[in-house]
């Protein structure tokens, strides 16, 4: 009998033990929700070099942009900690998961991370302000890109450096030019028109949003001046194509790589698209301004780079945040930027890269784009842009086709927002 019980109790600890074991072991292993499609390819090549590199297993699940985002929200908000990693699309998605995640200052006090190798511009898409009033760093980035004024450098010799320049240059290369416009936004009733419309608001020394994200502040003074500039280039100056009130952004890439505009501010990859042989006659006539153009009277130095992108932070509810903290600083650290820019396409966000040789090699504007990217800021932030995106679309819109005077336009999207944010 004795040796039956002193069986058993050996079963018991040796059960307890495996137990232990196996739950210790699930713990070490990460679960992350990720994108699909390019940011997508990337993450999964960075999962595997990290797996190899520090021994930690990873599961990766990738999601549709659409439903990443709403199963975070669903798998966060139940307070699961099934969830170790957190993906962001900046401002954009911080306002509603931040308070679901880590603010990351402990664990770089902790290691001894050295924030400064990646971009500050970049950094500042993914600081939020918390309920108390502190401002906290919820996420290292990993894939960020922003606006660049391209051009045609065969036609343009020196680049604008206000919008008062770029108008005259625009109307000089119209005029001189028989069938080409001086200048190509994307002008449909689309997000990607709101885009190719910010760097002109905030050049101008306007904004979206007050700084309490309470209010919109774009009917203002100097909200009216850049929005009446914008709709000029089309109506009044004629120096857009008539067509780009059709255009996203694949039709202002077309428009320049078909020689029908000289200039745009927009993404800055697309110069690559541009330069193509393959795809332009006019492939290595384009290049990149140091710098995004400003009002001369707004009391700028140079212009606003409108910056979004993704980052990687950990979950409030993961047990294990030391791990997911390993996996966000290797991501984000110069080594992982520069393998993942090179072998992966990846836009970078550690400084050195954009002056790393090898990486030059593939993208010789990275140093320009360093400079355009260190002036950059956030898309406005909020969990409500989304809303307000498709409002100041529609509303522009109505103004770019003569339907609405910019005052009216403005009035009314004041007053639309207005009822979003409440």
Not at 398 to 414: H, R
Request: with cysteine.
């Amino acid at each position: 009998m004795y040796s039956q019980r002193r069986t058993s109790v050996v079963a018991v600890v040796v059960l307890l033990f495996v137990l232990t074991f196996t739950m210790c072991a699930s713990a070490a292993k990460l679960r992350i929700f990720g994108g699909t499609g390019a940011s997508g390819r990337a993450w999964s090549a960075v999962v595997e070099k990290f797996q190899k590199d520090t021994g930690i297993e990873v599961e990766l699940l990738q999601f549709p942009y659409a439903e990443l985002r709403e199963k975070l929200l669903f798998e966060l908000s139940t307070g699961s900690s099934s969830l170790d990693v957190v993906i962001v699309d900046d401002l954009i998605w911080l306002a509603d998961l931040y308070k679901f995640m880590e603010p990351l200052e402990p664990f770089i006090e902790k290691t001894g991370y050295d924030l400064s190798q990646n971009l500050e511009s970049m950094v500042n898409l993914f600081k939020w302000t918390d309920d108390n009033g502190d401002e906290h760093i919820y996420a290292l980035p990993a894939r960020v890109g922003g606006r660049a004024l391209i051009y045609r450098k065969d036609l343009i010799p020196e680049p604008p450096r206000t919008f008062e320049e770029l108008l005259e240059i625009a109307i000089d290369i119209t005029k001189n030019n028989p069938g080409m416009y001086g200048y190509v936004a994307s002008m449909s009733q689309h997000t990607d028109m709101v885009a190719d419309y910010l760097p002109f608001l905030r050049g101008f020394g306007a904004d979206v949003f007050s700084e309490d994200l309470t209010r919109p502040i774009f009917n203002s003074p100097e909200g009216l001046a850049a929005t009446q500039f914008f709709v000029d280039l089309y109506q009044k100056y004629e120096v857009v194509p008539k067509g780009a009130v059709t255009y996203n952004h694949d039709g202002t890439i077309l428009a320049m790589q078909q020689g029908l505009a000289a200039m745009t501010i927009s993404y800055s990859p697309y110069i690559h698209e541009m330069n193509d042989p393959e795809k332009s006659p006019y492939a290595g006539t384009f290049a990149m301004a140091p710098y995004i153009p400003y009002a001369k009277d707004s009391g700028l130095e140079t212009g606003v780079s409108t910056l979004s992108g993704w980052g990687f932070g950990i979950s409030k509810f993961s047990h294990n945040k030391d791990l997911a903290w390993e996996f966000v600083q290797y991501v984000a650290k110069t080594e992982t930027q520069l393998w993942l820019a090179i072998e992966h396409g990846n836009a970078p966000t550690a400084k050195a890269v954009f002056s790393n040789p090898e990486y030059l090699a593939i993208d010789p504007f990275a140093e320009t784009v360093l400079e355009v990217y260190a002036h950059g800021a956030p898309r406005p932030a909020g969990n409500k842009w989304v809303q307000v995106e498709d409002v100041l679309a529609a509303e522009i819109s109505a103004a770019l086709a003569g339907e609405k005077t910019v005052e009216q336009a403005l009035q009314d999207a004041e007053q639309r927002v207005l009822r979003i944010l409440r």
